[in-house]
C-alpha cells in the first residue's frame, strides 16, 4: 500500500487516514473553488478530506466527492469524510438536524467522522453568529454532556460512523470521558497544532485516554487579516524549516506537515493549488532523524494566530483565547447569580500577551496590561502574569473570587466547583 493511505486505528475500532485534506476558505474565495481544490486532492492521493458545517461548502466538496466516485477513481468507502456540528446547534435536540443538513448537501448517507466543532454554544439561530441589536454575539445554555448524548445517537442511528470533538481542553475532554453513563468515547480530538504551536501536553493526554488528536492549521496561517496578527511569524519562513527541507530536498510545507506525522499526530493540509496539493500529499514518503525531531520540537513557542475577538451581551469586550497550557479554546466562563435576578460574568482568558492587546473590561476601562487577565461585574480577578501550572491559576481564581465574595451571601459561584460549567444564559 502507498504510505500516503496509512491510516491509525481510532478506539471505536474504524480507520482515520493520518495525512488529510483540509476544505476551508475566507469568505473571499468562491466556494466552486472548494470543489476543484477536492478533486485534485483526491487525484493526489488523499483519502481523508476534514469540512464543516460551519464552511458552507459541503456542497461543492461532496460534488468533487461523487465525481470522482463516478469517473472510477474511488468508492464511497475509500472516502475518510469529516464534518462537524456548529455552535448554533449544540440543544441536544438540534445536533442531528446538523448533520442532516450536511448530508442532504453532500448527498451522501453517513459521515465517516462526526466531531463538536467548537464547546462554545452559541443562540440556535439561522445565521451562523447570532447576534443582538448591538451586534453583540449571543450564547446559550448547553450541558455539553446531554450534546455529547445526541451525537452518540447519530452514530447509534449510522449517520456517523465515529464521533469526536474539536478546539476541547483537557477539562472538556475529561468532563466527557468521565460523563455518567458514557457508551461511546470521543475518538479525537482536533485542534490548531504546527510546529510553533506542538501542543506536546494535550497530545500526551489524549495519548493515554487513547484519542487521536488531529492537526489543523498544520502549516501555519491563511493569514485572515480581521483574525490574524499581520505582525506574527511566518511558520513556512522559519530558518530551521527551510535549513531542514533543504537537508531532506523537500519543501518546509513538507518537513512541517512530516513531523506531525512522526509524533503521531494525524495531519490536515489546506492549499487550493494543485502544485501544493501534489506535495503535500508526499508528506509520508520521508522519514526526519530523532535529532531533527528534537530539532523541531524545539520550534514550540506557543504561538497562537488566531484568536476570536467580540462582544457577548454588550458586558466587555472578550478574547476567548487558547490556552497555552493544554493548547485547545477556552471559552469565557460564566457563573449564574444566586439571585436569579441577573448574571455574573467571570471572564477567563489566557494568554496574558492576548489579553493585553485585546481585552477591554466592563465601562470601558483598560484593563491592567501587568496584572489582569480575568475579571467579572461582580469580583475583579487579577491574575500574576507569571502563572504557568494551570491548576495553581485556578487556585487563584478560586481564593480571590472567595476573599472578594467575604461577607456576600452570595455562595462560591459554580464555575469554580469541580469543573468550569461550559456557558450560561446571559
Known sequence: ?????QCVELNDGHYMPVLGFGTYAPDEVPKSVATEATKLAIDAGFRHIDSAYHYQNEEEVGLAIRSNIADGMVKREDIFYTSKVWCTFLQPELVQSCLERSLKKLKVNYVDLYLIHFPVPLKPWEELLPRDERGKLIPDTVDLCATWDAMEKCKDAGLAKSIGVSNFNRRQLEMILNKPGLKYKPVCNQVVCHPYLNQS????????????????????SHREKQWVDPSSPVLLDDPVLCAMAKKYKRTPALIALHYQLQRGVVALA???????IKENAQASEFQLTSEDMKVLDGLNKNVRYITLADNFGGLSKILTGRSSLDGALVPPYLAADPSGARCQKLIFIWPPRSAARNLQVLKGQEASKKKTIGTSPCFPIKIRRDTKDKEALWEQLTSQTQE?????????PEVFKDKPISSARL
Not at 1 to 5: A, D, G, V
Open 1 to 5: 500500500m502507498n504510505s500516503k493511505y
Open 404 to 412: 472578594s465574595l467575604k461577607g456576600s451571601q452570595s455562595p462560591l
Open 270 to 276: 489546506k492549499s487550493f493549488s494543485e502544485k501544493r
Open 201 to 220: 501536553k494535550l497530545l500526551n493526554f489524549c495519548r493515554s485516554k487513547d484519542l487521536v488528536l488531529v492537526a489543523c492549521s498544520t502549516l501555519g
